[in-house]
């Protein structure tokens, strides 16, 4: 096989990912919106940075 046709059947797996990314992040703007339509109020929402975080400010509840 020469190397050519290597990186053509490697091209599309590498855009596979970015595919995928874009898809989340217009699932995310339609979650979002839905949620402002629906007038949720997420202002005593707690986040942490990270899961470990988060799971420590859990169990310190």
Same mark, same amino acid.
């Given at each position: 096989?020469?190397?050519?046709?290597?990186?053509? *059947?490697?091209?599309?797996?590498?855009?596979?990912?970015?595919?995928?990314?874009?898809? %989340?992040?217009?699932?995310?703007?339609?979650?979002?919106?839905? &949620?402002?339509? *629906?007038?949720? %109020? &997420?202002?005593? *929402?707690?986040?942490?940075?990270?899961?470990?975080?988060?799971?420590?400010?859990? *169990? %310190?509840?």
């Amino acid at each position: 096989m020469s190397c050519a046709e290597r990186r053509s *059947l490697a091209g599309p797996r590498k855009a596979e990912p970015r595919a995928a990314s874009a898809t %989340d992040a217009t699932g995310a703007d339609k979650i979002a919106q839905t &949620l402002v339509e *629906l007038g949720v %109020d &997420l202002s005593s *929402l707690v986040t942490r940075g990270t899961p470990e975080s988060g799971i420590a400010h859990a *169990l %310190d509840r």
